[in-house]
Every structure is written in structure tokens, then in C-alpha cells.
């Protein structure tokens, strides 16, 4: 067999391996989006992956099939992996979510909090009850014009003991609630729990509906946009990044 031949085969095999490789990639992603809401975005101006939070926020108890739902012991390990794999570069988060379970919501929260690497979150449609800190967990937030956020203290379904303990719980988890997204938004603890314990404007509650606008001027979101908005604010935050790395 002549140098050129060997060469031409060797060639041949590594564009095979390439091709497999890429119809892995593609199917993995496939995958992703079928099973978790996730998707990966690979450009020359970085490596995004794309989180999507929809439905109702599932935590320590299984919801009904028809509900459409985010389970929390499928995106946290997501997290895990965006912090720590080297080709992802920053982390896109999509929420269209009435709310769910509470500390579930707050965990996956206080992840997205404590990333080093870069994130935006976008709220399209409704970024409702515990939506509301995962929305402002990211290090810069946006809200499309026509979706809405309803600030409202915090409910419990089911077997409630009429103690004085029940109260104190109750409130401890709120305060929880509301140091968070005072501490990563430009929104003071005194308007949010004005907002939330606002009368007159929910039927059959106290709180707030806030439309786009309203949050960006209330200082809980940090900017009207969409997904072309979030895109460029999240390579920007990149390049950003990488130019720090390469100074140090």
C-alpha cells in the first residue's frame, strides 16, 4: 500500500469519526431539549446553553401527569455541568412558570446566584410567585413587554396546624423570600413586601401583577428585551469574561 493511499484512508476514517461525532452532538441535543428543555448553542463568539424553567416548579412532591412541569433534580445538575464544563461559556435561562414549589425554587435560585460564569435570564409569558427570584437570579435580567409577574406572599395547600408556630414558619420563609430578590435586584425590601401585601388588585388575593414595564421601573428587572436582547447581552458578558481571563 503506497504513503498515499494510507493517507487517503486515514483521511477518509477521520471524516467518518467527525461525521459520527456531529450526529452524536446533534442527537444529545435532541435529547436534551425532548427530555429537560435544554439546548446547547455553539458559535465562533462562544458556547451558550440555553435553560428553559416552564410550568409549575416541581419540588418534593410529584405533580399530576397533565401538569407541565420543571423538575428540580433535572436542572440542577444542569447548573453543575454549565459551571463546570470548559466548552460552555455562559448560561441563557428562558422562564415562562406560574410558580411551584417553594424551596425547590429557591435552590435552583441560589445556584444560578452563585455562578461564576455569565447568565441572563429572559421572562417570556409569566415569571410568577417563585418565578419571581429565579427570574432576578441571573447576573442581568430581561422581561418581554407583554409578559407579567405576580408578587404575592407565600401560600400552602393542604393540612395547616392553627399555631402560633405555623405564623413564624411562614414568615421566616417569606423573609427568605424577599432578602433574596432585594439582594439581586435594584428593588428595596420595603417596596417588594408593599407590592406583595397590596389589596384591591388580585380577585381572590393580596399582591401585584406587574406588567414589563412596571417591573423594569420598579427596579426588579433590569431591562425590556427579548431573545435577541438576552443573546447579545449574554456574548457581550462573555467576551467580557474571556478578556479578564486574559489579562490575569
Same mark, same amino acid.
Given at each position: 500500500m503506497t504513503d498515499k493511499t494510507s493517507e487517503n484512508k486515514i483521511t477518509f476514517i477521520k471524516m467518518e469519526e467527525d461525521k459520527e461525532k456531529k450526529m452524536n452532538d446533534e442527537?444529545?441535543?435532541?435529547?436534551?431539549?425532548?427530555?429537560?428543555?435544554?439546548? $446547547?448553542v455553539q458559535n465562533s463568539r462562544g458556547n451558550i446553553h440555553c435553560l428553559t424553567i416552564i410550568g409549575q416548579i416541581e419540588g418534593h412532591i410529584v405533580l399530576p401527569p397533565?401538569?407541565?412541569?420543571?423538575?428540580?433534580?433535572h436542572v440542577i445538575p444542569q447548573l453543575v455541568?454549565?459551571? =463546570? +464544563?470548559?466548552?460552555?461559556?455562559?448560561?441563557?435561562?428562558? &422562564?415562562?412558570?406560574?410558580?411551584?414549589?417553594?424551596?425547590?425554587?429557591?435552590?435552583?435560585?441560589?445556584?444560578?446566584?452563585?455562578?461564576? +460564569?455569565?447568565?441572563?435570564?429572559?421572562?417570556?409569558? %409569566?415569571?410568577?410567585?417563585?418565578?419571581?427570584?429565579l427570574a432576578v437570579a441571573a447576573q442581568y435580567s430581561f422581561i418581554a413587554p407583554s409578559a407579567t409577574m405576580t408578587i404575592?406572599?407565600?401560600r400552602m395547600t393542604g393540612l395547616v396546624i392553627s399555631v402560633p408556630q405555623t405564623f413564624e414558619y411562614f414568615d421566616k420563609m417569606q423573609e427568605r423570600v424577599v432578602q433574596f430578590i432585594a439582594k439581586h435586584s435594584k428593588i428595596s425590601r420595603e417596596r417588594f413586601k408593599? &407590592?406583595?401585601?397590596?389589596?384591591g =388588585?388580585?380577585?381572590?388575593?393580596?399582591?401585584?401583577?406587574?406588567?414589563?414595564?412596571?417591573?423594569?421601573?420598579? %427596579? &426588579?428587572?433590569?431591562?425590556? %428585551?427579548?431573545?435577541?436582547?438576552?443573546?447579545?447581552?449574554?456574548? =457581550?458578558?462573555?467576551? =467580557?469574561? +474571556?478578556? +479578564?481571563? $486574559?489579562?490575569?
Open positions: 442527537n444529545n441535543n435532541t435529547d436534551s431539549i425532548t427530555e429537560f428543555g435544554s439546548a $446547547k397533565q401538569n407541565k412541569t420543571t423538575k428540580y433534580e455541568a454549565v459551571e =463546570e +464544563k470548559e466548552d460552555i461559556d455562559g448560561l441563557l435561562i428562558i &422562564l415562562n412558570t406560574v410558580g411551584g414549589d417553594v424551596e425547590a425554587g429557591l435552590a435552583i435560585a441560589e445556584m444560578i446566584a452563585s455562578m461564576k +460564569k455569565p447568565t441572563v435570564s429572559l421572562v417570556l409569558g %409569566g415569571g410568577h410567585s417563585i418565578g419571581v427570584p404575592h406572599p407565600i408593599e &407590592l406583595m401585601l397590596k389589596t =388588585e388580585l380577585a381572590n388575593d393580596v399582591g401585584t401583577v406587574l406588567f414589563g414595564e412596571d417591573a423594569v421601573k420598579n %427596579g &426588579l428587572i433590569d431591562e425590556l %428585551g427579548g431573545v435577541s436582547q438576552a443573546i447579545s447581552k449574554l456574548y =457581550e458578558m462573555i467576551e =467580557e469574561r +474571556k478578556r +479578564k481571563v $486574559k489579562v490575569q
